[in-house]
């Protein structure tokens, strides 16, 4: 029986539109007129191939992710990390470019004939023209280069990101990019077991990911608490395994033209390894640090004990067939840098309230959560067949088990079963998070094509299960530990991709042209908790002054999700996008790209890109692109429904305030004013500079202005009388307060790039490399919407100063990084300072005396990794190598100094990290 969404036909404006079938039709008389008939098409000439090794010249090891291609075309492919290669190529006279960050590039002139497999090796020298590593993300031709690009991009090489020592992906992709942000919330409702990241200071769901050039999923979190990314639901970078990656390619750039939503500040192309060596490393560390607990004064300790082990291997086969595995295991602590209660935490009268005894007890944990890793992943290819058309697949799983806390509960709360914890408790959120993730593909090239047809399938669970609580309804009877309930989010998606070059006159390069059709089916759900995780069992406060009054439902620091919460929703896309690059003359590149999108639950956009490079004379380029972009409101945004406790700060104190999340189509979010979500539009203009002004220095800098329009963000918390008395009547007691998602706000992003690179080889004496970014982002937000009418009394609410404060000034407005490594025989010294800026944190309307600016802090990371012998490798290193910590909190800000640090700390709070790792691989 066929079953279909209620979202997918709900009026006719939401069937395809002409645009869209009027772009399919265009494109299927394309795909026909370039193959005329697949089954019968007469197969040209068996193709050539070349393969061999690049490798560095004095110490002939290989360099993964050099490039290969084939020059005035758009042929060519990326080396392996062992430094093998093979490229299939039509018979005949071709021109080869190999080329290599930090290398002289090595042209060379080939001739092969049909079905001839050439076996050619090359080694770099160090130097060269320019520091240029070859991109595949950003554009759709084989010989771009991150100088040559119209827009920026950062490559993040395999030495690069093993020198940082840290084994989750986010944490590595921050210490190498200085406009990725990675903030460590805490006590966050499972937030803190994901821990999004952000690109320019936008938000998580506003950066596009991609797994070899394939979009990638996102968490099923929704964020709903108050950290940086309230409200976004973005792809959990940490469910990738560090180990199983080659590079990583970021376009600082609005994409949405080429790639599709969400590619507003950015895409993170995330590359896997697809070489054939084996490889393994274990690596220790905690933090050694120095802590003023405030009890028993400063002192020095260890927590956070980190254990990672990651074992790769890959075989190539057939010619041009390879597969390559890799499995990791993270073991991540949980450390605490909250400080002694002297909170009363008895009734008056109560003599514990005075004994000293009682005053030094820790009772909140403030720090990381303590998150257990296992993940797989696999990146392979048959050999080629049928004129070099190859069948592709790759993709991974991960397991991540997570604990929390939550909120202390005093021993005198009002939600506190004292016959069960007569002396408080704090509440654990465990979690299980499934990740699944696989893309199957067909790429060659017929008739002048090349095509790349593919299918892939995403899927992400998140599941609560709530210990160390109760739930107050339920009394002395109630259980301490429930099942809270699931989310899941599932992606699947079929595209064709066709790219050719037209001659367009004898005085400019051929006409790239790239055209392709996608489909994409999102879908999201909600599964149940068990009753007594969210009921209101009926039990009033047991005893106390407040005892006959009504406690919050539901398990404590987070209430089950019930069964009207429970959902499965859905919704497909259908797109079509065109992409045309020349040079019209040798120094000028122009790009024009379009896209036409259309949605089943809220319409059809259309965005467009254009972008151009002049080189004005060897070695310095101006470019510059102006785009439209668009971002689709998450299904977890449009469905998400829970009640979760919010600590908010009232007069100086952390009011506990249950809040429900209503999803905006249902009965009270409309009856509040809550309207259907629209997709955010984006103009995003970008000017840069690209200098290669010596061999070996490379320079770039890049400005850039994002505009945002219908922004969607979770609106503040609806309080008072009335809002209590209506959430009642809804089959909400005890519940006071009330928030949903809303196009509220327009925002405007300004910032500037620049990168800079310098390779110093000093013979003899070892070769040196230095790196350094910065990167300067301010955010405005220049409107927020009118209030409903049946909330205008609360117009400070729908987007309140808290939340402003976040977007605003809750991230860095600029940060400073900068690597100095030098390599000498076996030894390698690697020194990394990141300066990251300041930060704020804003109260609401009637406290901003609890406003607070955090400074910025400069922190210093240092290793030296040895060669023991040729396959085996030691590293000794320390992150936060001087042991900073973020500016504390105000008691007003911290619980009564219970918290000292903020979560939008953007390097954490837990001090100095001490690894030690060895490597073997051959």
Do not use: C
């Not at 023209?129 to 010989?143: F, K, P, W, Y």
């Not at 030495?159 to 942000?181: C, D, K, R």
């Not at 001490?914 to 691989?921: E, F, K």
């Amino acid at each position: 029986m066929l079953k279909f969404s209620r979202s997918v036909y709900r009026t006719r404006s939401q069937e395809p539109s002409r645009l869209s079938r009027s772009f399919g039709l265009a494109l299927a008389l394309a795909a026909a007129a370039a193959f005329p008939s697949l089954a019968s098409a007469q197969i040209g000439a068996a193709p050539a191939s070349i393969s061999g090794r690049v490798t560095d010249r004095a110490s002939s090891q290989g360099l993964g992710g050099a490039h290969v291609s084939i020059i005035g075309t758009t042929q060519g492919t990326v080396v392996r990390q062992d430094g093998s290669y093979r490229l299939t190529l039509p018979a005949g006279r071709h021109v080869l470019l190999i080329n290599y960050v930090g290398y002289a590039p090595v042209r060379d002139t080939i001739e092969v004939a049909a079905g001839q497999s050439l076996l050619k090796d090359y080694s770099l020298e160090t130097g060269g023209v320019m520091l240029d590593a070859a991109v595949v993300t950003g554009t759709r031709t084989s010989d771009r280069t991150v100088f040559k690009s119209p827009v920026p991009i950062d490559v993040l090489t395999p030495l690069e990101m093993q020198q940082t020592g840290h084994v989750e992906t986010s944490q590595i992709i921050q210490m190498l990019a200085p406009s990725f942000n990675f903030p460590r919330p805490s006590i966050a409702d499972g937030t803190d077991h994901i821990r999004p990241s952000t690109l320019r200071g936008l938000g998580p769901d506003q950066v596009l990911v991609l797994v070899n050039g394939k979009r990638r999923h996102t968490s099923a979190l929704v964020n709903v608490n108050g950290t940086i990314g309230r409200g976004s639901t973005g792809a959990d970078l940490n469910a990738i395994p560090s180990g199983s990656i080659e590079r990583v390619e970021i376009l600082r750039d609005g994409a949405a033209a080429q790639y599709g939503s969400d590619a507003i500040a950015g895409v993170i192309n995330i590359i896997l390894k697809s070489d054939p060596k084996t490889e393994a490393s274990v690596e220790l560390g905690s933090n050694y640090t120095t802590f003023d607990t405030r009890s028993t004064g400063s002192h020095r300790f260890t927590d956070g004990d980190v254990a990672s082990v990651d074992v790769g291997t890959g075989l190539n086969f057939g010619g041009s067939g390879f597969v390559h595995l890799t499995g990791q295991y993270n073991n991540r602590g949980s450390t605490n840098r909250a400080r002694a209660d002297k909170r009363t935490q008895y009734f008056p009268g109560d003599r514990r309230n005075i004994d000293p005894s009682f005053l030094t007890d820790i009772h909140f944990r403030q720090g990381d959560a303590h998150v257990n890793d296992v993940a797989g992943f696999v990146n392979g290819a048959l050999p080629s067949f049928a004129g070099g058309a190859q069948v592709y697949a790759f993709g991974g799983g991960s397991r991540r088990k997570g604990q929390g806390a939550g909120n202390w509960r005093l021993p005198n709360g009002d939600n506190t079963v004292r016959a069960i914890y007569p002396n408080g408790f704090l509440p654990l959120i465990n979690s299980t998070i499934n990740d699944l993730a696989g893309t199957l593909g067909l790429k060659g090239d017929a008739l002048g094509w090349k095509y790349d047809l593919s299918g892939n399938y995403g899927h992400n669970s998140f599941r609560f299960d709530i210990t160390n609580t109760n739930n107050a309804t339920l009394g002395a009877a109630s259980p301490t530990e429930f099942y809270a309930g699931t989310l899941r989010i599932g992606q699947l998606i079929g595209n064709l991709d066709l790219v050719r070059q037209v001659a367009v006159s004898a005085f400019a390069k051929p006409l790239n042209v790239a055209i392709g059709t996608e489909f994409r089916r999102d879908s999201y759900g909600i599964g149940a908790g068990e009753p007594n995780s969210y009921i209101d069992g009926g039990v009033k406060i047991l005893d106390g002054p407040k005892m006959g009054g009504q406690p919050a439902p539901g398990a404590q620091v987070f209430s089950g999700f019930r069964p009207t919460d429970a959902s499965d929703n859905s919704r497909t896309n259908f797109a079509g996008y065109a992409d045309l690059e020349t040079n019209p003359f040798e120094k000028l590149l122009v790009g024009i790209a379009g896209r036409s999108e259309r949605y089943s639950d809220f319409g059809s956009t259309t965005t467009g890109k254009v972008s151009t490079r002049l080189e004005i004379v060897r070695g310095v380029a101006l470019r510059g692109a102006v785009q439209s972009g668009f971002r689709a409101p998450s299904l977890g945004q449009e469905f998400f429904a829970s009640t979760a406790t919010n600590f908010l700060i009232v007069n100086g104190v952390a009011t506990p305030v249950e809040s429900r999340t209503f999803p905006v189509t249902s009965g009270p979010a409309k009856a509040l004013g809550a309207e259907p979500l629209r997709a955010e539009k984006s103009v995003n203009r970008s000017l840069g500079l690209a200098l290669a002004p010596l061999p070996t220095v490379s320079l770039t800098a890049d400005l850039y202005n994002i505009t945002i329009r219908d922004r969607i963000v979770l609106s503040g918390n609806f309080q008072g009388a009335a809002i209590t008395t209506f959430l009642a009547g809804q089959g909400f007691p005890g519940v006071n307060g009330a928030r949903f998602f809303t196009n509220a706000i327009d925002t405007r992003t300004k910032g500037l790039d620049l990168v800079g690179r310098y390779v110093l080889d000093m013979g003899k004496s070892g070769v040196t490399r230095f790196t350094a970014g910065y990167n300067r982002t301010k955010t405005k937000v220049t409107r927020i919407a009118k209030t409903p009418a049946l909330l205008e009394t609360q117009q400070a609410v729908l987007f309140d100063r808290i939340e402003q404060g976040r977007i605003e000034v809750g991230q860095p407005h600029d940060n400073v990084n900068a690597t100095i490594d030098h390599t000498l025989n076996r030894l390698n010294v690697t020194a990394h300072t990141n300066r990251f800026g300041k930060v704020g944190f804003r109260n609401n309307a009637t406290n901003t005396a609890f406003d607070q600016k955090f400074r910025g802090k400069w922190i210093a990371d240092l290793s030296a990794t040895y060669k023991l012998l040729p396959e085996l490798r030691f590293t000794l290193g320390a992150d936060n190598l001087f042991d900073k910590y973020p500016d504390e909190q105000i008691a007003g800000n911290s619980i009564s100094g219970n918290l000292p640090y903020n979560g939008i700390s953007p390097f954490g709070f837990n001090g100095r990290f001490v690894y030690a790792r060895l490597s073997w691989g051959m």
